[in-house]
C-alpha cells in the first residue's frame, strides 16, 4: 500500500510502498477513505513533539472495513467505520471509571508478534495506534467505532480528531450551560468545532479569537457571536470590554503558551478556562496566582474527554440533523501525495481543514 513516511522533524514526508500485516486477535484492517490533516501532526513534523522515525502519521481518518482477526466480534467486513486516537484498553482503573480517553495500558503487538507495518523489511512505527496517511490501517477493535453507511467518510474524517476534541472541550470536559459567554482562541479545525459545540450546548454569546480575518469570517459563519482580532488589539482587554469583566469559559485551541495565558486571563471570577491545544513539551504557563482567591480556574482536556463510542455516533446524528456543521469546516481536499502542501497550507492560516481522499 502507499503511505507518507516521516522521517523525522523538518523533513518531508515521502509517499512510499509499505507493508501492512494481517489482522490478529482483535484487530480490524480498515481501508482509509478520507484523513484530516491535523495540527497535532504537524507538532511532530516540526519538531515540537518527538517520535520515532520511520514513521507513518496521520490520526483523523474514516474507512470501510476490509478484515477482520479471529477475536472481534464488533466489526465485519464491509462496516464504515471512524478511526480514534482514544483506543482503550477496557480493564485499566481509568476504563473501568468510564474515563477511556486516559487509558494507560492502550493494546498494541508485542514484540514476539510481527509488526503491525514495515518499509524495505523494516519495522515502521505505527503513530497514535492509528498511522492514517496510508490507505490502509491496522487498527485495535477498541480504536473504531461504526456508524451508519450514509455517512459522508470525508466529513465523517473529522469527527475522528477534531471535531471530538473541540465539540466534547465543551460538552464532556467543561460542561458550558446554555446562556454562558465563551472565548475560543484559535479558529482552526478544533476551534471551529468547540465554537460549534458552544453553540449547540446553547452559549449566549460566543467570541473567536484568531490573527487571520478569514478564519474569523468562518468562526463567524459557525456560531461565533463576536470576534477579535489578536493581531491589532489585546484580546484579554477587548474580552472584558464585550463582558463587562470577563466570560465564563475560555478554550484554548492553538497550542501557544501566550494564548493559554490570555485564555485564563479573560475568564470572570468563578469562571474556567480550558486549555485543548498542544503547547510544546518544557513549556510553563505563568498564571498571576492571586486570582485563584476568585475561584478560577484551568483545566487540561485530552481528545473532549471522549466516551468515543458513544460520542462519534451522536456527532453523526448532529451532522445530519443540520446542528453540527462539517461541510464549511472542509476548506480543501487531495490525495495522500499533498500532505506536505496541506502542512504548508495549515502554518500559512489559509485552510481550516485539508482532508486527504484515497477514493
Not at 15 to 22: D, G, L
Not at 126 to 144: D, I, P, R, T, W
Not at 228 to 251: C, H, L, Q, W
Request: aromatic letters at 6%.
Amino acid at each position: 500500500m502507499k503511505a507518507a513516511v516521516f522521517h523525522g522533524p523538518n523533513k518531508p514526508l515521502t509517499i512510499e510502498n509499505v507493508e501492512v500485516a494481517k489482522p490478529i486477535g482483535r484487530e480490524v484492517l480498515v481501508r482509509t477513505v478520507a484523513s484530516g490533516v491535523c495540527h497535532s501532526d504537524l507538532h511532530f513534523v516540526d519538531g515540537y513533539y518527538q517520535f520515532p522515525t520511520p514513521a507513518i502519521l496521520g490520526h483523523e481518518a474514516a474507512g470501510i472495513v476490509e478484515a477482520v482477526g479471529p477475536h472481534v466480534t464488533e466489526f465485519k467486513a464491509g462496516d464504515h467505520v471512524i478511526a480514534c486516537l482514544s483506543v482503550f484498553c477496557g480493564h485499566c482503573s481509568y476504563c473501568l471509571t468510564g474515563r477511556t480517553h486516559l487509558c494507560q495500558s492502550r493494546p498494541v503487538r508485542t514484540p514476539q508478534e510481527p509488526p503491525k507495518l514495515t518499509w524495505n523489511g523494516a519495522a515502521v512505527n505505527q503513530f497514535a495506534n492509528l498511522s492514517a496517511y496510508a490507505e490502509k490501517m491496522l487498527v485495535h477493535e477498541n480504536g473504531l467505532v461504526k456508524v451508519r453507511d450514509d455517512m459522508p467518510l470525508d466529513r465523517g474524517a473529522l469527527i475522528g480528531c477534531g471535531v471530538t476534541t473541540g465539540v466534547g472541550a465543551v460538552l464532556n470536559t467543561a460542561r458550558v450551560e446554555a446562556g454562558a459567554t465563551v472565548a475560543v482562541y484559535g479558529a482552526g479545525g478544533v476551534g471551529l468545532a468547540v465554537i460549534q459545540g458552544a453553540r449547540i450546548a446553547g452559549a449566549g454569546m460566543i467570541i473567536a479569537v484568531d490573527v487571520f480575518e478569514s478564519k474569523l469570517a468562518k468562526a463567524k459563519e459557525l456560531g461565533a457571536t463576536h470576534t477579535v482580532d489578536s493581531s491589532k488589539v489585546d484580546p484579554v482587554k477587548a474580552i472584558r470590554e464585550m463582558t463587562n469583566g470577563g466570560v465564563e469559559y475560555a478554550f484554548e485551541a492553538i497550542g501557544l503558551k501566550k494564548a493559554a495565558e490570555q485564555c485564563f486571563e479573560c475568564i470572570r471570577p468563578g469562571g474556567t478556562a480550558t486549555v485543548i491545544g498542544m503547547i510544546p513539551v518544557g513549556q510553563k504557563l505563568e498564571l498571576e496566582g492571586s486570582v485563584f482567591l476568585r475561584e478560577k480556574r484551568i483545566q487540561g482536556c485530552s481528545m473532549g474527554s471522549n466516551r468515543f463510542k458513544v460520542d462519534m455516533p451522536k456527532y453523526v446524528d448532529f451532522y445530519q440533523r443540520g446542528l453540527l456543521r462539517l461541510d464549511e469546516m472542509i476548506t480543501r481536499r487531495g490525495r495522500l501525495e499533498d500532505v506536505n502542501e496541506a502542512f504548508r497550507a495549515m502554518k500559512a492560516g489559509e485552510v481550516a481543514r485539508t482532508v486527504l481522499m484515497f477514493d
